[in-house]
């Protein structure tokens, strides 16, 4: 009963938050449930980034509510700490040390908008400092700093515009406004891979390459996924979606 109850719950609909990373796992929990788990269509060449053996690089993540950001962070900390605990804290941090004895402090800031100040109030010093810290990061090649960060849409360079201004504060702003007008996920001046997940189209994605070995049956079914199970979420989500077809596909024969 807890299981049926749990996937009943599990997407991207008004009266629940069941397509966010955290709720799935509070959710699991409860019901003493193991969580539905896919791979995300980024999730290979995130965690490939903070391989030892790879030239360390800091890492934004940026899309909309959904997408997958705060399940990427919580693999890429599970990797670094060896826990398999769910990332709770906003912030964490860990110490890595790379081939030839070089240690790095790997930062990872789940979701910007739990760390910076709410609107029409002022930054904590140390957040702000922390934020600052990343800027010079990126544009210093011997920084000992690497960050993880991910923010939804509009909130990464608004939450710049609103730190005390520098010329590495003001280069990051300019260059995120870039990376996001051209959809590039990379640029010579910085150690920044950007990766937004909201032009991925993570969902469809994830869900072709879940599908392939069910490609005969579709010929045979008479409605898309979204007539059958009432979906009206946004196209993007990444979790809640996916579950939805999913289970579609499975129960598409049952009588209706």
């Known amino acids: 009963m807890n299981w049926i109850r749990f996937l009943r719950q599990y997407g991207p609909i008004a009266r629940n938050d069941n397509m966010y990373d955290e709720a799935i796992q509070r959710a699991a929990k409860r019901g003493r449930l193991q969580p539905i788990k896919f791979e995300h269509p980024a999730e290979k060449k995130v965690l490939s980034l903070f391989q ?45 040390v790379y081939p030839g004895g070089r240690s790095f402090t790997i930062h990872i800031l789940k979701d910007l908008s739990e760390f910076a100040p709410q609107s029409g109030r002022g930054w904590d010093p140390a957040k702000a400092e922390l934020l600052h810290k990343f800027c010079r990061a990126i544009f210093e090649p011997d920084s000992r700093d690497i960050f993880l960060l991910a923010a939804n849409d509009g909130q990464l360079v608004e939450a710049w515009r609103r730190l005390n201004d520098d010329e590495n504060v003001a280069r990051a702003r300019k260059l995120f406004e870039t990376l996001l007008v051209e959809n590039r996920e990379s640029t010579p001046e910085a150690r920044l891979q950007f990766f937004n997940l909201s032009q991925s189209h993570s969902s469809n994605i994830a869900f072709a390459r879940k599908c392939r070995s069910w490609s005969s049956r579709r010929s045979e079914l008479p409605h898309g996924p979204g007539r059958r199970s009432g979906y009206r979420g946004r196209e993007n989500n990444f979790e809640g979606e996916l579950v939805q077809q999913h289970l579609w596909w499975e129960f598409a024969r049952e009588p209706t």
């Open 52 to 96: 030892p053996s790879k030239e360390p690089t800091s890492v934004i993540l940026t899309g909309t509510p959904g997408d997958g950001k705060t399940h990427l962070c919580r693999l890429v900390w599970q990797k670094l700490s060896g826990s398999t605990a769910n990332l709770d804290e906003a912030y964490v941090q860990k110490e890595v």
